[in-house]
């Protein structure tokens, strides 16, 4: 009988010792998989981005002081494009853009090259119904002119040439020109027809876009627009690159950054008795910062290199830097 008992309890003690040994085992691995999914992130899992900087306090109270000096209206959007940061004041408010508006019709220009809808070879002539005075050196040339699609957008971005822009209006259309901008995602800038009237665009004949002229945006889409073209997302990397270097020539920088005449910048200006627009990019070593700029309702005209909104934009366009950037 005890033989039998111990044999019985032998091979009891033998089946309690190898689950021991089998709970042990699994509980070591079950906890390695558990610190191995949390040390090393799964595929599935989202690293999760680094939050752009918060501008300084400062920034706004500086941005806000320089504007309460000013007679008239302000409107700015800026971003630092290496970090992220924004400052914006009235950003979305929606603003008459003067020549500013000129970059929309640039980039329906490459686009319609890129798509093989036109060539830069392409001729334009000037005659009496495009052209028109202000800026730009068409104006005194004779009828008759011919002028290469390439030419005239040339004239158009660099010395903002009234005519050559009405000749390129003249072959794009204004209602493609805006077409364009909504396929690009922009709903506020629109083109309402062509330098000094005619070729109205569909929103330019509605009477709530009159008061806005030629042309209808935002700081922030302005802003935004420079941006893309920036970052090479404009029609192509290469067209993007070729439209920010017609930007970097342009001939006549009095509004932002003008006392940085030693740091590259991209811009295109806009002017009008009671308005002064500008946007663009500084490549500055804190960092490429887009800015556009608006300021209208000036109660005086001044068509001088020291209108007091040119001034006005030198100052806020240093601020922002000292503010954005890195």
């Known amino acids: 009988m005890k033989r039998s008992y111990l044999k019985e309890n032998d091979g009891l003690m033998k089946k309690i010792f190898l689950l021991i040994i089998a709970l042990t085992i699994g509980g070591f691995f079950n906890q390695a998989k558990a610190q191995t999914q949390t040390i090393s992130p799964g595929a599935n899992q989202t690293k999760t981005a680094t939050p752009a900087p918060t501008p300084p306090a400062w920034l706004d109270r500086r941005i806000r002081d320089e504007v309460s000096k000013f007679e008239g209206t302000v409107s700015l959007y800026a971003k630092n ?14 603003v008459r853009t003067a020549s500013t508006i000129k970059l929309a019709v640039m980039v329906e220009a490459f686009a319609r090259v890129a798509e093989g809808k036109a060539k830069w070879t392409d001729e334009l002539v000037l005659d009496k119904s495009v052209r028109y005075a202000g800026s ?52 506020e800038t629109r083109i309402m027809r062509k330098v000094g009237g005619g070729g109205d665009s569909e929103e330019g004949k509605k009477e709530e876009n009159r008061r806005f002229g030629l042309g209808r945006s935002s700081p922030h889409e302005m802003a935004t627009l420079v941006e893309k073209l920036e970052r090479g997302e404009v029609v192509s990397p290469a067209a993007s690159k070729e439209m920010i270097e017609l930007m970097k020539r342009e001939q006549t920088k009095d509004g932002i950054w003008r006392e940085l005449w030693n740091v590259p910048t991209a811009t295109k200006a806009g002017a009008l ?54």
């Open 81 to 94: 494009l290496d970090t992220g940061a924004v400052y914006e004041l009235d950003a979305d408010r929606p």
């Open 136 to 187: 730009g050196v068409l104006q005194d040339l004779g009828d008759g002119l011919r002028l290469t699609l390439r030419d005239a957008v040339t004239l158009m971005m660099t010395v903002s040439d009234n005519t050559a822009t009405n000749m390129v209006l003249d072959y794009l259309t204004t209602d493609a020109v805006n077409r364009r901008m909504e396929s690009l995602g922009f709903a």
């Open 273 to 326: 008795d009671a308005l002064r627009s500008n946007v663009g990019i500084v490549y500055h070593p804190r960092g490429r910062i887009a800015l556009a700029v608006t300021c209208d309702d000036m109660p005086q005209q001044n068509w001088t290199a020291d209108n007091p909104a040119l001034l006005l934009m030198s100052r806020l366009s240093e601020i922002i830097i000292d503010g954005l950037g890195k």
